[in-house]
């Protein structure tokens, strides 16, 4: 099994590229570190604070923040962070070539009850001969990611990552290290398990409802098969699902707030899950349109998010544009 830096070598990474990807495993180790002693080192239940999102921040949540963003800003080749946690960019270093966006702790609803988590991560290089630091930096279209990744903390802490060229999966050991163990991930095209939350489902468009519904007719419906329903309320969890064994995964618009495209981020969520997805065969849509051609104007922006194998997300596409010109 190879070393994570050996293997990227070996690919012929950007040297730089490869320093900055093992910076960011620094940081997740001491996360998987935290989680995995849970209430033994204290750091479940929720904090005082809520973050730009409105949202009660756990504990995790605060302290996996801060790691990240100690040890990114730490290295001189990182010129800033942005986080789902925090308001605005946090600026470091003015020669650095880079920038890194991330949700710390992806689904963290879930840590009380020790189900699966994970930090997403997306990184950019700033464009040449820009000297201001500024959100605009970062407000780059998917399409513009050097890499993108996730570390999923499960019974076993798994990166699953792309530099543009495939995705592969990589296990820490106990020996700090992590190892090679699934090169080349590829999503098979067809699929019979989609993840929606169903509680929501009244609010849902017209095409997205007519789609679920056909799936959960099965084999007496339209689609003429069965379909098997999952849901773990952790965007890591159910990606590492998709790269896998496939799959559809969706947060479609809703009208409760109908202002806003979506409730996943485009920076934190959308684009580096796009990027890993596409880059494994499958495919990423807002439901009208590819998530990585999206230009964004804002640093917390939301989006729309269904990606998976293929063929069915081409399926549910035709839901919804044939709802459009109905």
């Not at 500024?134 to 792309?162: I, N, R």
Request: proline share 4%; glycine share 8%; charged share 20%.
């Amino acid at each position: 099994m190879q070393l994570l830096s050996n293997f990227l070598k070996h690919k012929k990474i950007d040297s730089e590229l490869i320093e900055l990807i093992d910076t960011l495993m620094l940081a997740c180790k001491e996360i998987a570190l935290q989680l995995r002693e849970g209430e033994l080192a204290g750091v479940l239940g929720v904090s005082d604070n809520t973050n730009i999102q409105g949202e009660t921040q756990k504990k995790l949540d605060i302290i996996a923040n801060e790691v990240l963003k100690k040890v990114l800003l730490d290295n001189p080749i990182v010129r800033g962070v942005a986080s789902e946690e925090e308001d605005f960019p946090v600026f470091g270093n003015s020669d650095g070539r880079f920038l890194v966006t991330f949700d710390p702790l992806d689904g963290s609803s879930n840590i009380d009850i020790n189900v699966s988590v994970g930090t997403i991560f997306s990184i950019l290089e700033v464009p040449a001969g820009v000297h201001e630091n500024s959100v605009d930096l970062f407000l780059q279209p998917g399409v513009q990611q050097l890499a993108a990744g996730y570390v999923l903390y499960g019974p076993s802490a798994v990166l699953s990552l792309t530099t543009g060229d495939g995705v592969n999966m990589f296990t820490l050991a106990h020996t700090g290290d992590f190892l090679l163990t699934h090169e080349d991930v590829t999503i098979p095209a067809d699929t019979s398990e989609f993840a929606i939350n169903m509680s929501n489902q009244r609010f849902w468009e017209p095409g997205m409802r007519n789609y679920i519904d056909d799936l959960l007719a099965g084999s007496e419906g339209s689609r003429g098969r069965n379909f098997n329903m999952r849901w773990v309320a952790s965007m890591v969890a159910e990606v590492h699902r998709i790269l896998t064994r496939g799959g559809i995964f969706t947060y479609p618009w809703d009208s409760r707030e109908p202002q806003k495209p979506g409730k996943l981020r485009l920076m934190y969520e959308g684009n580096p899950m796009s990027m890993l997805i596409e880059q494994a065969g499958g495919k990423s849509s807002t439901c009208y349109s590819r998530i990585m051609e999206i230009q964004p104007d804002a640093i917390h922006q939301r989006v729309s998010v269904a990606l998976g194998s293929r063929n069915e997300v081409d399926t549910l596409l035709e839901y919804h544009q044939a709802n459009k010109n109905d």
